[in-house]
Structures are given as C-alpha cells and as structure tokens.
C-alpha cells in the first residue's frame, strides 16, 4: 500500500508543472480595481478575463454571425477570387482569409477556405 501511495504521490508531482504551464499558456487578462467605501476601508477586486481565439473555422448549415468573423467584408467581386456567381438571394463575405455563401437568413451555405 505504501508504494502505491508513493508512486501515486510522485505522479501527481511530475504532472502538476504541466499542468500549470498548459493554464498560464491561456490567453488571459487581469484587471484589478481599488475602491474605498465610505468608511475609508480598502476594497479590492480581481477580474480574470480569458480571450476567444481570433481564428473561427466556419461550417455548412451553422449561422453566421458578422462579430465572430475577422475581417468582415461583403464581396461583390467574387470573379476576382473564383467563387462562384451567387443565386437569387445570397451573398458572398469574407472571414478572415474564408470566402463564405450565405443566404438571406444568414446561414451559411457553403465555405471557401483560404480565398483570400
């Protein structure tokens, strides 16, 4: 029983650095406010704030919507890069370095990677 404890004990050692560098590598900030009440006591607060990856990979059938796409554009010159001429109520944009094919509702209908 000893050993096991030990080995389990020394596992949890050698994992636990990996651990931490995996959390420090996410893209965090931390802002911290000082405030005083009324009384002329010290308020602090901490707030932690994890930032979404800049690059979304869009798919067929999801709904797009134009604050989760880098680089928005409408293109109205798609001969310019290949695409395909819309049909009657589509629209070609732009997100990132992908061409997307969107219907009036704002599905996507096809995705063109690295168009751009």
Do not use: C
């Amino acid at each position: 029983m000893k050993k096991f404890i030990m080995t389990a004990l020394a596992t949890t050692l050698m994992i636990s650095p990996l651990a931490l560098s995996a959390a420090e590598a996410a893209p965090q900030r931390q802002t911290k406010t000082i405030k005083y009440d009324n009384n002329g006591r010290k308020i602090v607060t901490t707030r932690t704030v994890k930032r979404t990856p800049a690059n979304r990979s869009w798919h067929q059938g999801e709904r797009f919507d134009r604050r989760y796409a880098t680089n928005y554009r409408t293109v109205s010159n798609y001969r310019a890069y290949r695409l395909n001429a819309p049909a009657r109520g589509q629209h070609w944009v732009r997100s990132g370095r992908d061409a997307l094919l969107l219907n009036g509702h704002g599905t996507v209908i096809a995705v063109r990677t690295r168009a751009f």
